[in-house]
């Protein structure tokens, strides 16, 4: 299997399911970025109770591995579960979505990409995956995360909704790692007198 193939099966999954999902993370980042290897797709879903049975049974033993404890905790505790496709090495991070103003707005912000020419599924925006790389980046300090998001401002593949994205940095508390990424963008791009008005982060 292919990480489109399993790109595509979780999103007809949830589709199919009617379980509300936006596809987060690197995947994300490299749908509005710049391309690079990963492994792992990240989802988040609202996830009810009831609809434990449906996922575990449209993963089946022994051609994936999900644990069903784990799910249940992570529904009960609104945290993380793996989908896991042995034969590949392949894993989707089932993150569920809390009732915070953050993850209910990135909820409804979700847009449909096509990837790949074929796979369409509903990811965070721009904006959002963002801000989630920077927190990220603020809790371990990986560079991985900075140059994901230098990659998305970069290829600016659609505008970006700076005023949405400062006011979030602000309320999250991540001015650090924003002032970080600029000084990236204006070390690498040459140019540190555009606005946000003209593309640029500033």
Known sequence: ????????????????????????????????????????IDVVVDLPASKIDAILEAFPDPEFYVSRPAVEEAVRRRRQFNIIHPASGLKVDVIVASNSEFDRGRMSRGQWLTIEGETSARFASPEDVILKKMQYFLEGR??????????????QRQPIDYHYLTGWIDRMGLAEAWDLIQQRFRQVSGDSNESASQGNPG
Not at 142 to 154: F, P, Q
Request: net charge negative; proline share 4%; glycine share 6%.
């Open 1 to 40: 299997m292919e990480q489109s193939d399993l790109l595509k099966l979780l999103a007809a999954t949830l589709a199919r399911l009617e379980i509300p999902y936006i596809v987060t993370g690197s995947m994300a980042t490299i749908a509005y970025g710049e391309p690079r290897f990963t492994i792992d």
């Open 142 to 155: 990986s560079e991985k995360h900075l140059r994901d998001i230098h990659g998305v401002l970069l290829a």
